[in-house]
């Protein structure tokens, strides 16, 4: 599908100010000891087995902003190493995903270039005898490994020959051998406390098409292996990954070390963004699209930078988030409502206030002319925005209202239409409720009221007091819409942690998605551009969807995000 991809302009009071934290200042440190000998060099390596979702943005932040404020690069790095997941749709939507936040690396490269250059590392290792060929079965190699609590056994490969090593890769690089038969190993202790230094697994044979290299290359080096080599090899300074990797730490330090890397890069972990009530894994978000949870990787339920965008979030308010986050040594939970206020304040500063009923009840101005159209003058903009323009609204006889600002027998605190009761239509009359119209099951289906011509604008001449104000479009003059109503994906916090033997697909919230056909939206959004963002005032922030293809042009409106946070107002009631 296609997408809008222009970043909005940039508000100039919008941008981030990096926010203190634990890695800012070891970079510090380390920028005024001189230690690294060469200025600051920071790498974003995703690999392109899906598309990226807003845990990324927050690594995106800290390393952009890294190589940014301490006047260093950043490269982008494909981790791409496993020809089963990988697609160049993948590499060409992050590329994509990253440049609509606003962000351009110094450098773009691929691991599987590294694939030659890795090569040569693992005949040095060989050489010096810190690796060998195992030609033990995965099992085999598996067991051999021992648990948390007893030692491994040696491989009884262990000891093989330096020429016999070299022999071996040799062979397997020139594909003699089928996937599986051998492995090349790091020689380093199989009673390492760390079970990942327990003779870690370097290559392996995959004879399968990877979307770069073709068949030509059949040696596969593991994350481990290709992760902290291909650092040491772009110079890099700072290799930031999230806490998960912090037991490789080890191999990575051993690697590059043993490769001969005079000031290697320095990994350090930071936590992992997590949000309430979504997924932030790959593989689940992959599950999520493959089996039709959702529309697609853009599907605006989604985490991904693909649905935010689709959503109508801005690159801004993601990255505003990511730094109201921080960066933190131990993982926690986000609370959803944090995401939402930075995407409300942001949307609140940007977007023009249009009308727009999205359950409609037909209102007759029983007292108005027939034929009378006025054009009422209403500002895109509330007086906090400094932002400018009006339109006009044209009122007539026959106008929608919402269903929910109707109730024909009120309770008390009941500020709206009913009966009898007086309202301010935004911008325009107060208008009295005279008569309700029912069909024959009882439903009703319009409602008629008289207006107070003295009151154009919503003023009170007599200074009598109206409680409700509510919002309204000419129904002669309005346009037809669908408006498409997101929610949580998910209906429990932690989706990750759903009870034993339940899939986290069983927390999905089946409400994340309603669609109401039949709304109607002021005329000033005719023509409107795909990818233009409004407040519909009193129901939320919605951006005009991409795709009109389903409703024969209607213009879809996808609600970005309420206007306030009405499950906490739901929680505070009962
Ligand atoms: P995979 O296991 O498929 O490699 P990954 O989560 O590491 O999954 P990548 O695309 O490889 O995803 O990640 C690219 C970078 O983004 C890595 O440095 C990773 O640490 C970081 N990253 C991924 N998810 C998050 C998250 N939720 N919060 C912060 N950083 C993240
Ligand atoms: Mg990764």
Redesign the pocket.
């Known amino acids: 599908m296609s997408q809008d991809k222009t970043p909005p302009p940039p508000l100039p009071d919008n941008a981030p100010t990096p926010r203190p934290n634990f890695i800012r200042e070891m970079v510090a440190d380390d920028v005024a000891s001189g230690r690294f000998g060469r200025s600051v060099c920071t790498r974003?390596?995703?690999?392109p087995?899906?598309s990226?979702?807003i845990?990324?943005s927050?690594?995106l932040v800290l390393n952009f902003g890294l190589a940014r404020d301490f006047g260093g690069r950043i490269n982008l790095r494909f981790?791409d190493t496993n020809p089963f997941t990988e697609d160049i749709k993948y590499v060409n939507a992050i590329k994509d995903d990253i440049r609509w936040l606003g962000f351009e690396w110094d450098a773009e490269f691929y691991a599987s270039d590294y694939f030659e250059r890795l090569y040569e590392i693992a005949l040095h290792l060989i050489r010096g005898g810190k690796a060998y060929v195992d030609s033990q079965d995965e099992e085999a190699i598996r067991a051999g490994r021992g648990t948390v609590t007893t030692p491994g056994t040696n491989s009884p490969d262990r000891d093989r020959s330096v020429e016999e090593n070299l022999a071996l890769l040799a062979r397997m690089k020139a594909g003699e051998f089928p996937d599986g038969a051998h492995v090349l190993r790091a020689r380093i202790d199989m009673a390492h406390p760390n079970m990942i230094m327990r003779d870690p697994l370097l290559l392996r044979i995959r004879h399968a098409p990877h979307y770069r290299r073709g068949n030509a290359w059949c040696l596969y080096p593991l994350y481990d292996f290709a992760h902290g080599l291909s650092d040491a090899i772009e110079g890099i300074t700072h290799s930031?990954?999230?806490l998960e990797?912090k037991d490789n730490r080890d191999i990575y330090e051993w690697l590059v070390r043993e490769a001969g890397f005079e000031t290697p890069p320095e990994q350090t972990e930071f936590a992992?963004?997590?949000i309430d009530y979504t997924v932030?894994s790959?593989r689940k978000l992959l599950r999520l699209v493959t089996e039709g949870h959702v529309a697609g990787w853009d599907d605006p339920r989604m985490p991904t930078i693909a649905g935010l965008r689709r959503r109508g979030v801005t690159p801004e308010a993601i990255k505003q988030f990511a730094d109201d986050v921080g960066v933190a040594r131990s993982d926690a939970r986000t609370e959803l409502a944090k995401f939402e206020h930075a995407v409300r304040d942001d949307l609140n500063m940007r977007v023009p206030r249009v009308l727009c009923v999205v359950k409609p009840l037909k209102l007759v101005v029983t007292n108005y002319p027939e034929e009378l159209v006025e054009e009422l003058e209403a500002p895109y903009y509330p007086h906090d925005v400094p932002k400018e323009g009006t339109r006009l609204l044209p009122f007539c006889r026959e106008i929608w209202i919402d269903r929910d600002d109707f109730m024909e027998d009120p309770p008390k605190k009941f500020f709206r239409l009913a009966p009898g009761r007086e309202v301010r239509l935004r911008y325009g009359y107060l208008v009295t409720a005279t008569d309700v119209i029912k069909d024959a099951s009882g439903e009703v289906v319009e409602l008629h009221c008289t207006y107070d011509p003295a009151t154009k604008g919503g003023n009170t001449p007599d200074g009598r007091k109206v409680q409700g104000t509510i919002h309204w479009v000419s129904a002669r003059h309005a346009i037809a819409c669908e408006v498409r109503l997101y929610d949580r994906l998910f209906s429990i916090p932690d989706p990750d942690a759903v009870d034993e033997g339940k899939d986290f697909l069983s927390a999905l919230n089946p409400d994340s998605q309603v669609v109401v056909p039949n709304a109607y939206v002021e005329r000033s959004t005719a023509g409107d551009a795909p990818g233009s963002a409004y407040q519909f005032e009193r129901t939320g922030y919605f951006k005009h969807d991409v795709d009109a293809s389903a409703t024969a042009g209607k213009p879809v409106y996808n609600r970005t995000v309420s206007l306030r946070d009405s499950w906490e107002k739901a929680k505070g009631k009962g």
């Open positions: 974003f390596p995703p690999s087995t899906a990226l979702h845990g990324h927050k690594s981790d930031l990954c999230t990797f992992r963004l997590q932030l790959k």
